[in-house]
């Protein structure tokens, strides 16, 4: 079940903790760079992120958390992380689709890792297009996407 998560209350942000590091700590694996800045969260910079999350839930267990912030018909995905015990399950699936169908979107952008290649074919999967490299130092280059909807998401 997906539902809003209320990251300002301090267990809500702890149970996202608790899915964030080690999903991650994967990527961070992946892309061979270990000082990604998500690592270096708490439950109290989570609380004062600003964003929006929504968690999918297995019970009372948070299995996978999106997060976004939304500003003029723009949905900048800033997180999309499934605990690793819960890979390869569609979670990831399941909460962007959800969040697509808010309404008033135009427009989702996201970035992740160039080197993340599962959340590269997930997102050019899922219809996003990337639009540029940035290369954040040396040893960091991320890949931004973005994914225009059709101007009727009432759908």
Known sequence: MIKEINIIDRKAAEQVLSVQLP????????????????L??????????????????????????????????????HRLIVHPEYFRKGIAQKLLNYIERRPMIKKMIVTTGAKNTPAVAFYLKNGFKEVKKIDVNKSLTITAFEKYLSSDSSN
């Open 23 to 38: 999903a991650y700590k994967i990527e961070a694996e992946i892309i061979g760079y270990p000082d990604l800045p998500p």
């Open 40 to 77: 270096k969260d708490t439950a109290n910079t989570l609380q004062i992120t600003g964003e929006t999350f929504y968690g999918y839930f297995t019970g009372e267990k948070l299995c996978g958390a999106i997060s976004f912030k939304q500003e003029k018909g723009v949905l900048d995905i």
